[in-house]
């Protein structure tokens, strides 16, 4: 407790070992993060939380690189967090999102965290929420959550964010597909990267056509900008449309229904994994497997077996 | 509780090969272990930076230049410096034994010969790493 205690302290006093620690504690499940995080809470919700999506390869850590650089440039504190996959065969991660962060590496005023996606069953979000949190008590004034946008859980902890980036490339191609699972939906603003390679106007096109389909109207209009991240040209629009879109929140009052829908969103998962745990202690792991038993002898159905199994706690 | 071991991949110095890194970072991530790569050319500020950063128990460094004894003293100093001594640093790399010697006096854990197998390099950390609580 006093341990922790101090752990807190130096948290909030800007101690960057005590950050870290602390993410390491949240990511693990520590039993002393929980009641960390809970005496943090009243430190967050100061920060831009910005999340930057899209296919691997799209630049996104090249680009977040320069945003950072941008920000730092109008005064603003940076925390990124980068997320890559973990192998669900070896439960290792290579995190190599740091190679293209050389700008900014030395800057005292920044904060980089590498995470792997681990094999957090749905709760990848809500680990990745921890550490935004943990940046956000100790004071940094935009976080930069970058994450590769192929499966549902990256949608999820893009929903975390204030703001979300898309990145792609010159050439859709396959990745039309993609866009039409829901990442057009969750985009504020549409960067097309690698305006060098020719074909970007097109590739702009195309979004912007999609986008006319999107029959959500919140009377924002995502941008759709064109950048060369790794030559640092249309970074300043980027952090500018990124800036114009919290404006408009803060304007129209999307802010509160969106940090509403995440609250509500991270509490319902929490319950979720709370209750999954809490039926999967006092040796009932033995049931489950009975009642899978059975569903495969065609004794029970799936619902049925469902009801059974949560009866502890009905 | 779900815990890993975290090692930081670095590659100081100006010798523009990463090759030898990069198949240790690949045995240490087939182990298990979450391996943070920074790439090329990294000075020791940024080494130490990343390190505290990313809450690693191990820094790995791998470095072919002989530029070791003037690299790994500065490592050792900005650990001590941001009270981070605590993270265990090993070295990989060609230095004589002459050399080895005085890193392991000023702190470093182990010195891994060219040709080590992966496989020492995996075992040797996950005996040596000290779980933390
Ligand atoms: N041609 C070109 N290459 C870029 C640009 N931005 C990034 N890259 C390169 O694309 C590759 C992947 O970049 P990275 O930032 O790691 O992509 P991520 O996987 O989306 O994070 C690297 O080799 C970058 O140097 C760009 O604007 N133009
Ligand atoms: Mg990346």
Redesign the pocket.
């Known amino acids: 407790m006093d341990s922790l205690t101090n752990l807190l302290t130096r948290v909030l006093s800007g101690d960057r070992r005590a950050v870290a620690r602390l993410m390491t504690m949240a990511e693990n499940g520590d039993a002393g993060a929980r009641e960390a995080m809970a005496k943090l809470h009243p430190h967050t919700g100061k920060a831009h939380i910005v999340g930057i999506t ?1 296919p ?8 977040v690189d320069k945003l950072a650089l941008e920000f730092r440039r109008l005064g603003k504190s940076v925390g990124i967090i980068a997320v890559d996959p973990t192998s669900p065969f070896t439960g290792g991660a290579l995190l190599g ?1 740091r ?2 962060m050389n700008a900014i590496a030395l800057d005292r005023n920044v904060f980089i965290r590498s995470m792997g996606s681990r094999g957090h069953l749905g709760g990848l979000a809500s680990k990745t929420g921890d550490l935004v949190r943990i940046l956000d008590a100790h004071g940094k004034d935009v976080i930069l959550v ?1 994450t590769v946008g192929a499966g549902q859980s990256e949608v999820e902890i893009v929903r975390t964010a204030h703001t979300t980036v898309i ?1 792609e490339v010159p050439g859709l191609g396959d990745d039309i597909q993609a866009i039409k699972a829901g990442i057009l939906e969750i985009g504020d603003v549409f960067v097309v ?5 020719g074909g970007a106007d097109e590739t702009a096109r195309e979004l912007d056509t999609m986008l006319d389909m999107n029959p959500v109207d919140t009377g924002w209009r995502p941008p759709i900008l064109q ?5 640092d040209t249309g970074i300043l629009e980027v952090v500018d449309a990124i800036t114009s879109h919290m404006d408009h929140l803060k304007e129209t009052g999307n802010l509160k229904d969106r940090v509403r829908e995440r609250e509500k969103t991270n509490l319902l998962e929490l319950v979720r994994d709370r209750v999954v745990d809490s039926l999967m202690e006092n040796d009932n792991e033995r049931g489950l497997e009975d009642l899978v038993d059975s569903i495969m002898k065609y004794e029970l159905d799936p619902h049925t077996a469902a009801e059974r199994f949560l009866k502890p706690i009905r | 509780m779900d815990r890993k071991i975290r090692v930081l991949v670095a590659k100081p110095g100006l010798d523009g090969h990463d090759r030898g890194a990069k198949v240790v970072a690949r045995a240490l991530r087939d182990a298990g272990m979450e391996v943070i790569y920074t790439g090329l050319h990294q000075s020791p500020e940024s080494i130490v930076e990343a390190a505290i950063q990313e809450d690693v128990d191990v820094i790995g460094l791998s470095l072919l230049s002989g530029a070791h004894m003037t690299l790994f003293p500065d490592v050792m100093r900005l650990l001590k410096e941001n009270d981070a001594e605590d993270i265990m640093v090993t070295c990989g790399g060609i230095i004589p034994d002459s050399d080895a010697k005085k890193l392991l006096d000023l702190g470093v854990s182990k010195v891994f010969g060219p040709g080590t197998p992966t496989d020492e390099i995996v075992d040797y950390i996950k005996n040596n790493v000290e779980p933390r609580e």
């Not at chain 1, 691997?56 to 680009?63: E, Q």
């Not at chain 1, 950048?227 to 030559?231: E, G, I, M, P, Y």
């Open positions: 899209g691997p390869g799209s630049g996104k850590s090249t680009l999102d190679i293209r970058e990145v990267n690698k305006a060098d390679l950048t060369v991240a790794k030559s």
